[in-house]
């Protein structure tokens, strides 16, 4: 299980790590959008409170300038959006995966110990990888939605005044949380690898019991 969950995890920050290049190469989104959004919103009041038709005209001019910019590098701003939204619910989807596992492992571990009469130690073991798995799950969870979030909030399409003042922020918790995101999943490859040799050991205990419980009902059987 191990090496199928770290095949998934680098699966999951090369997706991260490629959109991340993706954005990068893409340029300056920040200064298009800004010249949209100044342009549109001067636009929008002149259109409420001038009535002057050159002026009007002139803005309406700028305004459609900065929209074909901003339409030209948005271009190649939609491959940046559709592999971030696959690299983040790849990266949901492999963090449940590990939740998944340690709560069913776990169950799995506490009934073998109660039915084989086995050392509690095992099952409080397994217990303690579960809460020690969980925190980096939750981690990497909440950040890729930080970062899908400040991406979406950074998007001048949805004419948000401030929303090329969130590129910046977008792209430092970008490459911040490709860092953190990693060693998460990392830290929970170890703890799968751990959990996998608990099993192994339990599975070895619980059939020992079972030959010694075998052997046990033989006399009497004779």
Request: hydrophobic residues 50%; neutral net charge.
């Amino acid at each position: 299980m191990s090496r199928i969950f770290l095949t998934l995890a680098v699966f999951a920050i090369t997706l991260l790590a490629a959109n991340l290049l993706i954005g990068v190469t893409i340029g300056d989104f920040g200064t298009s959008s800004r010249a949209f959004q100044s342009a549109y919103h001067a636009y929008d009041q002149l259109a409420d409170t001038s009535s002057d038709r050159v002026t009007l005209d002139q803005s309406e001019s700028q305004l459609e300038q900065a929209a074909k910019q901003l339409k030209d590098q948005r271009s190649a701003f939609w491959l940046h959006i559709w592999v971030g939204m696959g690299a983040a619910l790849v990266t949901l989807l492999v963090n449940s995966i590990a939740v998944t596992y340690f709560i069913g492992t776990n169950r799995w571990c506490r009934e073998v110990v109660d039915a084989f009469s086995l050392d509690q130690g095992l099952a409080q073991r397994s217990q303690r990888l579960k809460r020690n798995a969980f925190p980096y799950a939750l981690i990497a969870i909440l950040l890729i939605l930080f970062i899908a979030g400040l991406g979406a909030a950074s998007d001048p399409v949805t004419l948000n005044p401030d929303a090329a003042n969130w590129v910046e922020y977008h792209w430092g918790l970008a490459m911040l949380g490709i860092v953190v995101i990693g060693g998460c999943l990392l830290a929970q490859v170890t703890l799968i690898g751990k959990n996998y040799e608990l099993i192994k050991e339990i599975l070895v205990a619980a059939e020992a019991e079972r030959e010694r419980r075998s052997l046990a009902r033989q006399p009497a059987e004779g």
